[in-house]
Every structure is written in structure tokens, then in C-alpha cells.
T-cell receptor
């Protein structure tokens, strides 16, 4: 079945650093989604991408829909402590559901 | 902020007990979902519903059952809990997808279940 592969699995960074993570698939997706999950909470949608090559920003977050439709990238600039959490990429499968990657865990070192 | 609620937030029970995890949303969404997530891991869809009286099994097999008698309410039941059911259970809802687009799934805060 379809699968989303996220890398890196974990990141340990200093406050103020920029962050890059990506998501790849063996299948084509027509929509890419990036969610963030804070500890003890449910995921929240950060950015949705609908068109190959699209670059979309949400504050310090920027995401890109790869031109092959098989990958997507999320960048966070000037990280702050509240950026800590798990970042999931996801893609719709038909009209019924979405599948999630395994997540990238972001840790900020004191 | 999403108006989707789950109770209880935390539940610790003994093996063999029957439990019901509650999920309700006030957004009038037709579609609702249950996901299972081990701590810090990926989400797996276990049940979903298109609307009242509709329930479907998800990608991950689960011994739990769901019902959808009212639009706003989508409870999940385990008839006899076992330690293997220990996990986090997340409920979500969304509108019907618009043509050519995607409608966001809004998630509740989750119920962390521990079966001893």
C-alpha cells in the first residue's frame, strides 16, 4: 500500500537554528499536508499544498510540493522553544481518509 | 480552534473491563474518524464514519467498535480491554471534501488508555 517516508526521524537543534525535513512516497499525491503534534495533544494542520511546485508559507514555516508529486519539504526558520513536537506529513487517499508518515521529532537543546 | 472534544483524557483500567471513549464535535461535520497512536509514533486509522448510521473499518485492524447515532457523537467501545489495547486514541472530524480539494481533519486532544 501507499506509504510516506519522513526524514530525519529526530532532530536536536539549538534555538534560533533553521530546520529542514522532508517526506517522500513511491506513489503520486495530489495534495500534501503537514501537521504538528504537541506533546499530549492531537495533530494540528500547519500547511496544505495542492499543486506540484507550490511553495506556501505560514509565518516561519515554509512548505513545498515537489514537482514529481512524490515528495514534500517543510522548513522552519529561526526555531523557538514552542516549535518542539512531532511533525507529520500526510496525504489524502481517495475521499475517505489520509495516511500519515512516521513523523519527525523536533527537540530544542537548552 | 477546533471544537472537538474527547473524554476521558486519561484512563487506567484493569484487564477485562468494558470501556467507552467519548468523542463529540460541535462543527456539524459529517465525517468522523478514530486513530490509534502509540506514544510518539505514527497515526493509524481504525474506524471512520460518513455520517449518521455509517461506520467503516480503517486500515489497522482493531477489536474496538464504534457507533454513530448522532452527527456530533462518535463513541468507541472496547468490550473487554487487554494490555495490548494500551495506546492513545485520537478522534477527528471533517466536512465532505470539496471538488478537487481537501477538507482539513480537526483532531481532538486524545485519550491515553492504559490497561493493566
Amino acid at each position: 500500500g501507499q506509504q510516506l517516508n519522513q526524514s530525519p526521524q529526530s532532530m536536536f537543534i539549538q534555538e534560533g537554528e533553521d530546520v529542514s525535513m522532508n517526506c517522500t512516497s513511491s506513489s503520486i499525491f495530489n495534495t500534501w499536508l503537514w501537521y504538528k503534534q504537541d506533546p499530549g495533544e492531537g495533530p494540528v494542520l500547519l500547511i496544505a499544498l495542492y499543486k506540484a511546485g507550490e511553495l506556501t508559507s505560514n509565518g516561519r514555516l515554509t512548505a513545498q510540493f515537489g514537482i514529481t508529486r512524490k515528495d514534500s519539504f517543510l522548513n522552519i526558520s529561526a526555531s523557538i522553544p514552542s516549535d518542539v513536537g512531532i511533525y507529520f506529513c500526510a496525504g489524502p487517499v481517495g475521499y475517505d481518509k489520509i495516511i500519515f508518515g512516521k513523523g519527525t521529532r523536533l527537540h530544542i537543546l537548552p | 480552534e477546533a471544537d472537538i472534544y474527547q473524554t476521558p483524557r486519561y484512563l487506567v483500567i484493569g484487564t477485562g473491563k468494558k470501556i467507552t471513549l467519548e468523542c463529540s464535535q460541535t462543527m456539524g461535520h459529517d465525517k468522523m474518524y478514530w486513530y490509534q497512536q502509540d506514544p510518539g509514533m505514527e497515526l493509524h486509522l481504525i474506524h471512520y464514519s460518513y455520517g449518521v448510521n455509517s461506520t467503516e473499518k480503517g486500515d489497522l485492524s482493531s477489536e474496538s467498535t464504534v457507533s454513530r447515532i448522532r452527527t456530533e457523537h462518535f463513541p468507541l467501545t472496547l468490550e473487554s480491554a487487554r494490555p495490548s489495547h494500551t495506546s492513545q486514541y485520537l478522534c477527528a472530524s471533517s466536512e465532505w471534501p470539496r471538488a478537487g480539494g481537501y477538507n482539513e481533519q480537526f483532531f481532538g486532544p486524545g485519550t491515553r488508555l492504559t490497561v493493566l
